[in-house]
């Protein structure tokens, strides 16, 4: 299950224990999304930024008692659902440690010069993630 709730304490919370930006969670433009279990306990987080056929998926985070379970996994997918509810064609995203795990979501590594405008122009790309980040897209539509 995934809902569209106000939750960006819990979220900045999740995100600063696993070391990941939350300068700018309170910013215009960003959903995030809580995803729970059947009982009402937290999974974890993921959100999607901007506007248009390219979003950024961004502030992914599961709870460390849920990782290595498959949540991860339904979390993108569900993600990846969502943005194409809204009419997105493509997902971007930048990770310094999961650039593995993206992979194998189908996410395909490529130059940073490449992302469109839009989302080059986005806080994660110019100020919240290091240049050494990996730049990854996957084409969902």
């Not at 990941?20 to 959903?31: F, N, Q, T, W």
């Amino acid at each position: 299950m995934i809902t569209a709730i106000p939750v960006i304490d819990a979220l900045t919370e999740a995100l600063s224990a696993a070391n990941l930006p939350i300068g700018d969670l309170a910013e215009p433009g960003r959903s995030f999304y809580q995803m729970g279990d059947d009982d009402g306990g937290t999974i974890g987080f993921g959100g999607l930024e901007g506007e248009g056929a390219h979003r950024l998926m961004r502030s992914l985070v599961l709870l460390p008692h849920r990782r290595g379970s498959g949540y991860g996994q339904a979390l993108v997918a569900m993600l990846e659902d969502r943005a194409r509810m809204e009419g997105v064609a493509h997902l971007h995203l930048l990770t310094t440690t999961a650039a593995a795990f993206f992979a194998a979501q189908g996410y395909q590594t490529a130059d940073r010069a490449s992302a469109p405008a839009s989302i080059a122009a986005s806080q994660e790309f110019t100020s919240l993630c290091p240049a050494s980040a990996s730049y990854m897209t996957r084409a969902i539509a």
